[in-house]
Nanobody, 125 residues
């Protein structure tokens, strides 16, 4: 059984920063790929960022490119999403996700095998 637990969400002013973490436990080899998604109130969940198993080839949604950074530490079974220059439109519940086949970047929800419970990010204007 695989479990993903996000942490690091909270309240921040416009222009501020937050760092999200995703701790992974269970039977998941280090070859997993990781992604971050978000869902704002009244909207569908959307792709934010993804990374391969090795931590290379990060891929971002256009809306966060240049402001967010995705990374992972296989030795710690933990993934991260550093969010800078936050905007009110970034406010959402952020979810981390993992997929066993981690060689190739994937941006669709259905391509991920495991999900965390989500962490709220609130950006005040």
């Amino acid at each position: 059984q695989v479990e993903l637990v996000e942490s690091g969400g909270g309240l921040v002013h416009t222009g501020g920063s937050l760092s999200l973490s995703c701790a992974i436990s269970g039977d998941l080899f280090s070859s997993y790929g990781m992604g971050w998604f978000r869902q704002a109130t009244g909207k569908e969940r959307e792709f934010v960022a993804a990374i391969t198993w090795s931590g290379s080839s990060p891929h971002y949604a256009d809306s966060v490119k240049g402001r967010f950074t995705i990374s992972k530490e296989n030795a710690k079974n933990t993934g991260y999403l550093q969010m800078n220059s936050l905007k009110p439109e970034d406010m959402a519940v952020y979810y981390c996700a993992a997929r066993r086949a981690g060689l190739i970047i994937r941006t669709m929800e259905r391509e991920y095998d495991y999900w965390g419970q989500g962490t709220q990010v609130t950006v005040s204007s």
